[in-house]
């Protein structure tokens, strides 16, 4: 896929009302992308898709509502966009994400950084699978963070007794990476020439983190990290390694993009190292598998004939 010219490709962007999700938003539809912005609220994201259209006039782009705490929801929202879709998906990026939460349980009952920032994206791209499967080179681009260094497991559905906020967002997003590598190797074994990359946008002003920690009344924290946050990259800086995640052409299954300045704060993106712990095939299949369970096997395991030889 062209960075340049993504007319007639549709992609989907999970968090898109805001952030680095809108960024990215913006960014594909200026490629001639058409534009479907999944997002909890829908108020959230009607705005959201107004605003990329005040900014690029000649945009496609539509929002469906997309909660990722709630699995039936997730389900209702991939037939959605399914159908906007017209059966034809290019590109899903797998963007949202909660961070610093209180201990707190999605609609299914599991810790809620686990519940949106993995296995919600996990089961909307298994429903999104045959609309992927039904392009030429369908990509999935799963957002992850400089932050998975400090992750260590990512097989707890459910907040241990001794919960840690941040310990919980590392987990998370070590398992965007093990999510990557988990789907890379079920696509491979199926000859399918879906490829699945994932992403990290450096340390970015955005909103991540701060409301939660605010609304805990934890102010002295959300403060400190708004003034940390201050001095980031832009949501519209970091989107760049989003976008060359999806469309650049060389890229394989596996793959991690990130900004290529110091310590991978900020900077153009560029191919990243991801901590061993990342590859750690045991661990990639405990959370497949798991996953699978979780959501109810949205990945099946056989595929139709016709896609195989692709
Ligand atoms: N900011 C950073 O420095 C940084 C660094 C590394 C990685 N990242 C990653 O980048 C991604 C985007 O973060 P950001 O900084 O742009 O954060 P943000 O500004 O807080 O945006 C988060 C997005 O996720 C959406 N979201 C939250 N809960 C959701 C749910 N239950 N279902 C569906 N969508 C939900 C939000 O929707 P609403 O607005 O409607 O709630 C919002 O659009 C995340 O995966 C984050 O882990 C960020």
Same mark, same amino acid.
């Given at each position: 896929?062209?960075?340049?010219?993504?007319?007639?490709?549709?992609?989907?962007?999970?968090?898109?009302?805001?952030?680095?999700?809108?960024?990215?938003?913006?960014?594909?539809?200026?490629?001639?992308?058409?534009?479907? +912005? /999944?997002?909890?609220?829908? #108020?959230? *994201?009607? =705005?959201?898709? %107004? $605003?990329?259209?005040? &900014?690029?006039?000649? @945009?496609?782009?539509?929002?469906?509502?997309?909660?990722?705490?709630?699995?039936?929801?997730?389900?209702?929202?991939?037939?959605?966009?399914?159908?906007?879709?017209?059966?034809?998906?290019?590109l899903l990026i797998?963007?949202?994400?909660?961070?610093?939460?209180?201990?707190?349980?999605?609609?299914?009952?599991?810790?809620?950084?686990?519940?949106?920032?993995?296995?919600?994206?996990?089961?909307?791209?298994?429903?999104?699978?045959?609309?992927?499967?039904?392009?030429?080179?369908?990509?999935?681009?799963?957002?992850?963070?400089?932050?998975?260094?400090?992750?260590?497991?990512?097989?707890?559905?459910?907040?241990?007794?001794?919960?840690?906020?941040?310990?919980?967002?590392?987990?998370?997003? +070590? /398992?965007?990476?093990?999510? #990557?590598? *988990?789907? =890379?190797?079920? %696509? $491979?074994?199926?000859? &399918?020439?879906?490829? @699945?990359?994932?992403?990290?946008?450096?340390?970015?002003?955005?909103?991540?983190?701060?409301?939660?920690?605010?609304?805990?009344?934890?102010?002295?924290?959300?403060?400190?990290?708004?003034?940390?946050?201050?001095?980031?990259?832009?949501?519209?800086?970091?989107?760049?390694?989003?976008?060359?995640?999806?469309?650049?052409?060389?890229?394989?299954?596996?793959?991690?993009?990130?900004?290529?300045?110091?310590?991978?704060?900020?900077?153009?993106?560029?191919?990243?190292?991801?901590?061993?712990?990342?590859?750690?095939?045991?661990?990639?299949?405990?959370?497949?598998?798991?996953?699978?369970?979780?959501?109810?096997?949205?990945?099946?395991?056989?595929?139709?004939?016709?896609?195989?030889?692709t």
């Amino acid at each position: 896929m062209q960075a340049e010219c993504l007319s007639g490709r549709t992609v989907v962007i999970t968090g898109a009302s805001r952030g680095i999700g809108a960024a990215t938003a913006e960014h594909l539809a200026r490629q001639g992308a058409y534009v479907i +912005l /999944a997002c909890p609220s829908s #108020t959230q *994201g009607r =705005a959201a898709a %107004a $605003r990329v259209h005040s &900014l690029v006039r000649s @945009a496609r782009v539509e929002s469906v509502v997309c909660d990722l705490a709630c699995l039936s929801r997730v389900r209702e929202a991939a037939g959605e966009i399914t159908v906007l879709a017209g059966g034809r998906l290019d590109l899903l990026i797998n963007n949202a994400g909660v961070a610093a939460l209180p201990s707190t349980r999605s609609a299914n009952g599991y810790e809620m950084h686990f519940a949106v920032n993995h296995l919600g994206h996990f089961a909307l791209t298994g429903h999104l699978l045959p609309a992927l499967l039904n392009t030429l080179e369908p990509r999935v681009v799963n957002v992850s963070s400089v932050l998975h260094w400090l992750g260590r497991r990512t097989d707890r559905p459910h907040a241990p007794r001794r919960y840690h906020r941040w310990a919980a967002y590392f987990d998370s997003k +070590l /398992a965007n990476l093990h999510f #990557t590598h *988990g789907l =890379a190797t079920w %696509a $491979r074994d199926r000859r &399918l020439p879906l490829r @699945a990359v994932a992403a990290h946008p450096g340390l970015v002003n955005s909103s991540l983190g701060s409301s939660a920690l605010h609304a805990d009344g934890r102010h002295v924290e959300a403060r400190l990290l708004k003034a940390m946050q201050e001095r980031w990259h832009s949501p519209s800086d970091a989107a760049w390694s989003l976008v060359r995640a999806a469309t650049d052409p060389h890229l394989a299954s596996g793959d991690f993009v990130g900004p290529g300045g110091r310590g991978e704060c900020s900077g153009p993106p560029v191919p990243v190292r991801a901590a061993r712990r990342a590859r750690d095939v045991h661990a990639i299949e405990r959370l497949w598998h798991l996953s699978q369970e979780l959501a109810a096997h949205p990945f099946p395991s056989a595929v139709p004939p016709s896609r195989r030889d692709t």
